[in-house]
């Protein structure tokens, strides 16, 4: 299953290395990472590949707790769902 992982906040250094910390320890591999600072704000979209046995639940819940802990907002979605709320 791949999931999508938005990522937005005022700029500082580490953001990148503290969300892929996360999918190191959730065993999540990056497939594809965007990432942009405009006027002080980061802003980031990544794809990561998840093992079907990780709960997603368990996923989402690590990335809006190192969310909150850095002051960003995280978002965890399916890559299923993401694209179908972004079908026209």
């Known amino acids: 299953m791949r ?3 938005t990522v937005a906040g005022r700029d500082r250094v ?14 999540i591999n990056i497939v594809d ?3 942009k600072v405009l006027s002080g704000t980061f802003s ?3 794809l ?3 093992e079907e046995k990780a709960a997603f639940s368990d996923i989402a819940d690590a990335f ?3 969310g909150a802990e850095l002051g960003l907002t995280v978002h965890t979605m399916r890559e299923d769902i993401f ?3 972004h079908r026209i």
């Open 3 to 5: 999931i999508v992982i």
């Open 14 to 27: 580490g953001i990148v290395y503290d969300i892929a910390s996360v999918c190191r320890e959730m065993n």
């Open 33 to 35: 990472i965007n990432q």
């Open 44 to 46: 980031m979209v990544m």
């Open 48 to 50: 990561g590949d998840i």
């Open 64 to 66: 809006d707790k190192k």
């Open 83 to 85: 694209n179908a709320m």
